[in-house]
Nanobody, 116 residues
Framework: VQLQASGGGLAQAGDSLSLSCSFS????????LAWFRQAPNKAREFVAD????????HYADSVKGRFAITRDNAKNMVYLQMNNLKPEDTAVYHC??????????WGPGTQVTVSS
């Protein structure tokens, strides 16, 4: 399984960004998908995930109401819409694939930097 995140960049507090992640090398609909992030000198933290259909989702409390995870099973893509960005959202964002409990497949991340 190969995953590649894209769409990061520079933003100001209050702005929106949309991240995308392409999936290949496996059967997309057999995987739950997730976004994690890692800020400098911090451990990787869970952001959001969704089940195979996208109808069941979970969010970290820190992003609930601001971020939305969606997937397009026809395109083998997962997205993270990030609204009302805050400086504490600054991190490298990674997408992962797994079984909704454990995510064992990861790809290179994309940097998101939010200035105040």
């Amino acid at each position: 399984v190969q995953l590649q995140a894209s769409g990061g960049g520079l933003a100001q507090a209050g702005d929106s960004l949309s991240l995308s992640c392409s999936f290949s090398g496996g059967t997309f609909t057999t995987y739950a998908l997730a976004w994690f992030r890692q800020a400098p000198n911090k451990a990787r933290e869970f952001v959001a995930d969704c089940n195979w259909s996208g109808h069941t989702t979970h969010y970290a409390d820190s992003v609930k109401g601001r971020f939305a995870i969606t997937r397009d099973n026809a395109k083998n893509m997962v997205y993270l819409q990030m609204n009302n960005l805050k400086p504490e959202d600054t991190a490298v964002y990674h997408c992962g694939a797994g079984n909704f409990s454990i995510y064992g497949h990861w790809g290179p991340g994309t940097q998101v930097t939010v200035s105040s």
